[in-house]
């Protein structure tokens, strides 16, 4: 009897395993799949994306209407759409070495757009109440770790 319940018991875990053992399979990469890489075993390792892999940046859009406010991650941050009375754009808080942020619109946003570091960080210039031009101007800034300064880069 008691043989009978181990290999029962046995037969269900097997088939329990095989209903959940399912391949997933993504044909297309969207830039936010992760890994966890290292440096050999034992090594510092860390986490990076699709893509670094592909040696792209991240692009986010963003509309709306009347005083628009963005926090921007790294990559591209562009405006879609009818323009709003205003754009505050803030730069990530703590932010990697060398990490750009760049502005883009389709539509031209007549001195609308402030842009500001974020917490603990500065600005090399200050740009308040700028326009973009659409499909045109594309301002970037350009991260240094040590200074914790935000360096326009175009």
């Known amino acids: 009897m008691r043989k009978r319940l181990i290999w029962a018991a046995l037969a269900v875990g097997l088939c329990a395993s095989l209903a959940y053992a399912q391949t997933v399979v993504q044909s297309t990469l969207s830039g936010n799949e992760t890994w966890n890489v290292g440096q050999g075993p034992g090594g510092p390792g860390g986490f990076i994306t699709s893509n670094l892999i592909r040696n792209s940046s991240a692009i986010a859009t963003k509309s709306g209407s009347g005083a628009a406010t963005s926090t921007a991650a790294p990559g591209t941050l562009c405006w879609v759409g009818t323009a709003p009375t205003t754009w505050a754009v803030t730069l990530p808080s703590s932010p990697g070495d060398g990490t750009e ?3 883009c ?5 007549t001195t609308m757009v402030t842009v500001t570091a974020g917490s603990g960080d500065t600005l090399t210039t200050t740009f308040s109440s700028q326009t973009l031009t659409a499909n045109a101007s594309f301002p970037a800034w350009q991260y240094y770790r040590s200074t914790k300064i ?3 880069v175009q």
């Open 105 to 109: 619109t389709d539509t031209t946003l």
């Open 101 to 103: 942020v760049r502005l």
């Open 150 to 152: 935000w360096y326009r």
